[in-house]
């Protein structure tokens, strides 16, 4: 299919509501489920990813958990149904099941988490016996994806020994990381991050209200617009100055 858009106007104009960030939601939804507090998200993102895991997430006696082509759904749910106790299948879309999340288990595995890989190793879908674990130190590698490592931060505040993870080689998405790191302080983890480890204490989240902010990547296309037009004064709402989004 060929779309072809034209504007022959060149002034631009207007007030500008942009979408919330979709990366924050998907934190803040999962601190709302691991704690069971009553957390109020407020302005929360209506992308296709955190509609799916806030779906899945509130469902009653859910055993199967199918997030379709959700990545970070897939990541986060795997670290958090591995301390759900219970019996559980992740699983995804055909392109989910193609692709990778062996890094993940195994440092769950190293925890003493219990997955199994029904069809490809190193490939959803899983069966996860969910269990509570006891937490330690594992080494990550550093480049791979922020998802992963984000996925044994949130959790690891309700690991009875907490978590260090230490990392080889250089960091890649250190500012999503950072997002995560401060979100969880915002409620109440303890953790320190020191050159090249990040180390989590027990103690599990408090119930504070959040509002997610706007999404800075969707900010970038009216730029790039306003940047063509001859003339333009738009006006962008939700964005703040002072973000903790990685692509600000």
């Known amino acids: 299919m060929t779309v072809q858009v034209k504007y022959t106007n060149k002034t631009l104009n207007g007030v500008i509501t942009l979408p919330s960030s979709k990366s924050i939601s998907n934190r803040v939804l999962m601190v709302k489920a691991l704690s069971g507090l009553d957390i109020k998200i407020s302005n929360l993102s209506d992308a296709k990813d955190t509609q799916t895991l806030l779906?899945?997430?509130?469902?009653?006696?859910?055993?199967?958990?199918?997030?379709?082509?959700?990545?970070?759904?897939?990541?986060?749910?795997?670290?958090?149904?591995?301390?759900?106790?219970?019996?559980?299948?992740?699983?995804?879309?055909?392109?989910?099941?193609?692709?990778?999340?062996?890094?993940?288990?195994?440092?769950?595995?190293?925890?003493?988490?219990?997955?199994?890989?029904?069809?490809?190793?190193?490939?959803?879908?899983?069966?996860?016996?969910?269990?509570?674990?006891?937490?330690?130190?594992?080494?990550?590698?550093?480049?791979?994806?922020?998802?992963?490592i984000s996925a044994l931060m949130l959790v690891a505040p309700y690991l009875k020994n907490g978590l260090k993870i230490n990392f080889e080689g250089q960091l890649t998405s250190k500012p999503y990381l950072e997002m995560t790191l401060e979100i969880m302080k915002y409620f109440g983890a303890e953790l320190t991050w020191k050159e090249d480890a990040i180390e989590v204490k027990a103690g599990g989240y408090v119930a504070k209200d959040f509002y997610v902010e706007a999404d800075w990547s969707a900010a970038s296309y009216w730029y790039s617009m306003v940047a063509l037009a001859n003339k333009a004064d738009i006006t962008l709402l939700g964005l703040q100055k002072e973000s903790i989004q990685g692509d600000d």
């Open 55 to 148: 779906q899945l997430l509130s469902a009653k006696g859910l055993t199967t958990f199918d997030v379709g082509h959700a990545g970070t759904a897939m990541r986060f749910l795997t670290a958090y149904l591995a301390i759900k106790e219970g019996e559980f299948v992740l699983t995804g879309s055909e392109r989910m099941q193609q692709r990778p999340i062996k890094i993940l288990v195994d440092a769950l595995s190293i925890l003493g988490a219990e997955v199994e890989y029904l069809n490809n190793e190193g490939f959803p879908p899983l069966k996860i016996k969910g269990k509570k674990l006891l937490g330690g130190e594992i080494t990550i590698d550093g480049s791979v994806s922020s998802q992963y």
